[in-house]
């Protein structure tokens, strides 16, 4: 069962016909799901090691649902990117977060921005450019936008992925590879990309402190990523001997519920105040 952000357990487990009608109608019902405000933004705060001063955070969707409640977005997202709705997601997220970090300048704090951007985004000519627009209109410098993507959102299709790639590198936004350690050609394919930043995959983050492979492969992603003058960041810190370790090893920025589960913007805020006070 899964837990949600306030650490309720949600316990609705539906049947596969109700799984399959429930799909059809988020699907058909997310575009009003947006304009009606059901649709919302949690942020998950990202610190550096060692010295813990946050940096950024990770822009993750949610959707309080009239009926069906509080949804994740593995239960939403991939119907939403089948059925060709994931532009108007990623806008509205992208928007949301612009609009958030804007908010932070004019009081004065850097802190970026990262949003996941899903395969269909690195197969959207017109990508790029809506992002620069959306830079502009809200004004925020493009360092203080990270976009996370999956090897395997980019292996789907590389030769219209990299093209896209370069171009919002030559934006200046932060470019990071999600979920590393995960896929297979990772190490190899790292090179050719025009990344800044390895996010390694939490599973093996959550192993570290009991299990000696994954304490292994968590040491080498960060030894290949300082090789190849990437930033290291590890999600999925829970434990402090987690951290700890994290932090011996040098790895660059630590997010996870040890820091912070995802909050709600109202929560966000109550919790950086807290942190500065
Ligand atoms: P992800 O990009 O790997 O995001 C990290 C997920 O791990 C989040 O789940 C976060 O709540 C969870 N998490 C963070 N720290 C910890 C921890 O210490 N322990 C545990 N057990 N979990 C932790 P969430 O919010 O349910 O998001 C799931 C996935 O949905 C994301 O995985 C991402 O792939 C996708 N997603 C979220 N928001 C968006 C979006 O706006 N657009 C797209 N395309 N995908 C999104
Ligand atoms: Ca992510
Ligand atoms: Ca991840
Ligand atoms: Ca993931």
Redesign the pocket.
């Known amino acids: 069962r899964a837990v949600d952000?306030e650490g309720e357990v949600r316990g609705y487990v539906p049947s596969m016909g109700q799984m399959f009608l429930r799909r059809f109608q988020l699907v058909t019902q997310f575009r009003q799901a947006l304009e009606d405000g059901q649709v919302s933004v949690h942020y998950?705060p990202k610190v550096s090691l060692p010295n813990r001063t946050v940096l950024g955070v990770?822009?993750?969707?949610r959707w309080t649902h009239p009926e069906f409640g509080k949804l994740?977005?593995?239960e939403f997202?991939p119907a939403i990117e089948a059925a060709g709705l994931?532009g108007a997601?990623?806008s509205f997220?992208l928007d949301a977060a612009l609009i958030r970090v804007r908010k932070w300048l004019d009081t004065g704090l850097r802190i970026s921005a990262a949003?996941?951007?899903?395969v269909r985004s690195l197969t959207d000519d017109g990508f790029p450019a809506l992002v620069a627009s959306a830079l502009d209109r809200h004004a925020v410098p493009p360092e203080l936008l990270t976009f996370?993507l999956t090897e395997s959102g980019v292996m789907a299709d590389p030769e219209r992925a990299l093209p896209i790639l370069r171009e919002l590198h030559t934006l200046g936004v932060v470019l990071a590879v999600?979920?590393f350690g995960t896929g297979y050609s990772s190490l190899a394919y790292l090179r050719q990309l025009p990344v800044d930043e390895v996010k390694i995959d939490?599973s093996f983050v959550f192993g570290m402190g009991t299990d000696l492979g994954d304490l292994a492969v968590v040491r080498s992603i960060v030894e290949l990523g300082h090789s190849l003058g990437l930033s290291v960041v590890a999600?999925?810190?829970?434990e402090d001997i987690a951290r700890d370790q994290l932090e011996s090893m040098g790895c660059d920025v630590a997010?996870?519920?040890?820091i912070s589960?995802?909050l709600s913007e109202k929560r966000l805020e109550a919790w950086l105040q807290a942190r500065t006070a």
């Open positions: 952000d998950q990770e822009a993750l969707v994740h977005p593995d997202v994931i997601l990623t997220v949003v996941n951007l899903s996370e999600d979920d939490k999600e999925g810190v829970e997010q996870g519920y040890l589960r995802p």
